[in-house]
């Protein structure tokens, strides 16, 4: 096993660790913590692979925008273990029977997987910035600009949620 | 792996982290020389000649001072706030060009962490998780005062973070490239093509707007709310005594120093300077290296000067100029950017037409692929891993 194996596995394992650790924690702010931790070790992950571009923007968008804003809520609210909201048993039954028809439908789906050699071409280089650019703005321009149209739709829906608050004041 | 690459890097990742240091440590000194000169006082002046060794008698200081943890805090989570602030601000200097490459012993030696081709990326990614030192460190310490400073800072960050990157992308499609080695080549010399070559000439506006969101990432005043003293007492730092606070402190001055040098290196041309062609060399690298250094500490200067000429804005005066003023400003600025790229060397113009034609054969986006891996992209980032 080569050193980048070792170092894959050791990368994975700590991730899947840390994800688990934000369900397992009990604490709020140490489960977000944790789930910043998580966002790390992808982005390390996305290094390994050497996609340069998606792990810094990972950084950037997940750690360093969507965490900070998700601590501050949490920092705000101030939750402890001892005003949490009580789950009552109705609720606990209710959602282990979510959960547990979830996994049926997903033991269901890949109980006839047939295992394909994946006959991907082999390009360490595709995650660099150039080449992604490039890709996006030929193969995939399509998507891609119909996801900015996602994204300048949920702007303007912030911006009119917020306005609309304010006409009321007024 | 390359031996001797290995060493040749971590000699620069040694002495840019202990020349990080020592320049944060004297930014102390500096600091209180630059007030009492505005103040028209003498400043500490008793340890040393001219107060020369007062950082290392605060420093010193810092270290035999009592640690203490207040009963109620979140114990790991309040010893690994400062670390995770000093941590993320030595990181940044990691994609700073520092010098122009040197020629020695054969082998091309640039003076440079890691030329990582999505550099300034790099900086602003680290400058967006600076923030969680100080959350942490407030929301840990359990103080109600050191909660609102966290809490103002992250928003404060987060503000003027997207006046910030707006900037950036202005000066990435100015030079079309993401490595701050680039960015920095590009400004070669002074003068070029009968205008300047540094980018404050070219986008004054711009580095109007890096200044003022580079004042308040670093939490600097007039942009200080962290740490408001009349309205927090000491902000998100109340709580801790003894080389923690001197941590948070020191971070603060590493903050300062990365920021002036990706200032000097983003717009006033980094290890350029005016007839820098008459050297070469040894003696091209080491001038270029002072000349950056110089220009770095003319920008911690200009910081320290602001400091101690204008007062603290209000919160909402903040938040007013970040999201009213800088972000539009910014994105105008970044429009004309464009459309002037476009019309001179974009889409529209003459000579891209032409090119248009010839390149219409290689229509299919895999071909386009390859070509690129093969000719531009083979990233030094992937040189430093697998060599």
């Not at chain 1, 990368?11 to 140490?30: I, K, Q």
């Amino acid at each position: 096993m080569s050193g980048i194996e070792i170092l894959a596995i050791v990368l994975g394992g700590l991730t899947v660790g840390s994800a688990l650790m934000v369900v397992a924690s009990p604490h709020p702010v140490r489960s977000v913590l944790f789930l910043i931790l998580t966002f790390f070790l992808i982005t390390g992950n996305y290094v390994l692979m050497n996609a340069q571009f998606l792990a810094i923007v990972n950084i950037i968008v997940y750690t360093g925008a969507v965490m900070v804003l998700f601590l501050f809520v949490l920092m705000f609210l101030n939750l402890s273990k001892d005003n949490e909201p009580r789950s009552s048993m109705k609720m606990k039954v209710a959602a282990t029977v979510a959960g547990g028809a979830l996994m049926i439908v997903i033991i269901a789906a890949l109980k006839d997987v047939i295992m394909l050699p994946i006959d991907l071409p082999v390009d360490n280089q595709q995650g660099l910035v150039e080449n992604l650019g490039m890709l996006l703005f030929t193969k995939y321009v399509l998507p891609f600009e119909v996801s900015s149209i996602l994204f300048i739709s949920a702007m303007v829906g912030a911006v009119l949620l917020a306005k609309r608050e304010k006409q009321i004041i007024d | 792996m390359d031996i001797s690459l290995l060493i040749e890097k971590s000699t620069i990742v040694v002495v840019l982290f202990l020349i990080t240091l020592g320049i944060a440590a004297y930014q102390t000194l500096m600091e209180r020389k630059v007030a009492a000169w505005m103040q028209d006082r003498v400043g500490p002046d008793r340890a040393g000649p001219f107060g020369i060794l007062q950082p290392l008698a605060d420093g010193g200081k810092m270290f035999f001072k009592e640690d203490f943890i207040p009963k109620n805090a979140e114990r790991g989570l309040f010893i690994l706030a400062p670390g995770l602030a000093m941590f993320t601000a030595a990181m940044t200097g990691a994609v700073i060009p520092w010098g122009p490459p040197v020629e020695m012993v054969g082998r091309t030696i640039a003076l440079q962490v890691a030329d990582i081709n999505i550099g300034i990326l790099y900086v602003i990614g680290f400058a967006s998780i600076g923030v969680y030192g100080i959350m942490i460190g407030g929301w840990a310490s359990n103080n109600k005062f050191s909660l609102f400073s966290a809490i103002r800072t992250s928003s404060q960050m987060i503000s003027y973070e997207l006046a910030m990157g707006i900037v950036i992308i202005t000066i990435v499609l100015m030079s079309g490239s993401l490595s701050v080695a680039t960015i920095v080549e590009q400004q070669h010399g002074f003068w070029a093509d009968g205008y300047f070559t540094w980018n404050v000439f070219k986008q004054p506006l711009a580095f109007i707007i890096f200044l003022v969101t580079s004042l308040a990432e670093c939490n600097r005043a007039p942009f200080d709310m962290a740490e408001c003293e009349n309205e927090l007492i000491g902000g998100y730092h109340t709580e801790y005594s003894s080389m923690k606070l001197g941590f948070f402190l020191f971070a603060e001055y590493v903050n300062l120093f990365i920021s002036a040098a990706i200032i000097a290196a983003l717009f006033f041309g980094g290890y350029n300077f005016p007839g820098m062609d008459n050297f070469s060399g040894i003696t091209l690298s080491i001038l270029g290296t002072l000349v950056f250094f110089a220009k770095t500490v003319f920008f911690i200067f200009v910081f320290m000067w602001i400091r101690w000429t204008l007062p603290r804005f209000r919160y909402d005066q903040l938040m007013h100029l970040g999201w009213k003023k800088l972000i539009p400003l910014a994105m105008i600025n970044l429009v004309i950017t464009a459309v002037v790229i476009a019309f001179t060397s974009g889409w529209f113009s003459e000579d891209k037409k032409a090119a248009a034609t010839v390149e219409v054969e290689q229509k299919q986006p895999t071909a386009v692929l390859n070509n690129a891996s093969d000719s531009r992209a083979s990233g030094s980032f992937r040189v430093n891993l697998n060599h």
